[in-house]
């Protein structure tokens, strides 16, 4: 089975630029949570979506935003991007709402 | 207020020795607990996940969880070099969202 998939790899955009990731869950689970982890930190939890809706957020500015489709596939926004958001970007799926977390590989996002 | 801490290292051990990473957290309404590695330059991985005071044994890796101290230790009997990564604690505070609060992680090295 295949694990939980993330894209692009790797993404550089400037100052300002806005920026959309995709994550596609395992196969079977519900559920969707972002995180953004910077260098030398642990993960900092952004969203959290299951059954396509909004169920947590964390302490991240209206400039990020998130959304699940019907096929439990995610994507995250960030608009207006700022050399604080270079970070990578992690997708966790888990099978409910409150359950193990699974990571994907991550996009590294670098802004200049 | 850190929500979950963890001592940073490096900690070094020889290969074939005993690894104790620790870490306590301040919210008594915790109720999972996890451990994740994470190699340089990847995303974390989930290898335990504990939820009741106690032992949890799985292979070489044994998480132990005390709740009245606040406290989730992870062992790594016969270290191998392998074994040298990042360790994150991670703590669900159950109240709406599946969202984990992450320590800062402790980095091992296990010498050959």
């Known amino acids: 089975d295949a694990g939980v998939t993330q894209s692009p790899t790797h993404l550089i955009k400037t100052r300002g630029q806005h920026v959309t990731l995709r994550c596609s869950p395992i196969?079977?689970?519900?559920?969707v949570s972002w995180y953004q982890q910077v260098l030398g930190q642990g993960p900092q939890f952004i969203f959290q979506?299951?059954?396509?809706?909004?169920?947590g957020r964390g302490n991240f500015p209206d400039r990020f935003s998130a959304r699940q489709f019907p096929n439990y596939s995610s994507e995250l926004n960030v608009n207006a991007l700022l050399l604080g958001d270079s970070a990578l970007y992690l997708c966790?799926?888990?099978?409910?709402?409150?359950?193990?977390?699974?990571f994907g590989p991550g996009t590294r996002l670098t802004v200049l | 207020q850190k929500e979950v801490e963890q001592n940073s290292g490096p900690l070094s051990v020889p290969e074939g020795a005993i690894a104790s990473l620790n870490c306590t957290y301040s919210d008594r309404g915790s109720q999972s607990f996890f451990w994740y590695r994470q190699y340089s330059g990847k995303s974390p991985e989930l290898i335990m996940s504990?939820?009741?005071?106690g032992d949890k044994e799985d292979g070489r890796f044994t998480a132990q969880l005390n709740k009245a101290s606040q406290y989730v230790s992870l062992l790594i009997r016969d270290s191998q070099p392998s074994d040298s990564a990042t360790y994150l604690c991670a703590v669900n505070i159950i109240g709406g969202a599946n969202n984990l609060f992450f320590g800062t992680g402790t980095r091992l090295t296990v010498i050959p």
């Open positions: 196969s079977g689970h519900k559920s």
């Open positions: 966790a799926s888990s099978q409910g709402s409150v359950n193990e977390q699974f």
């Open positions: 504990i939820y009741s005071n």
């Open positions: 979506y299951y059954e396509k809706e909004e169920r």
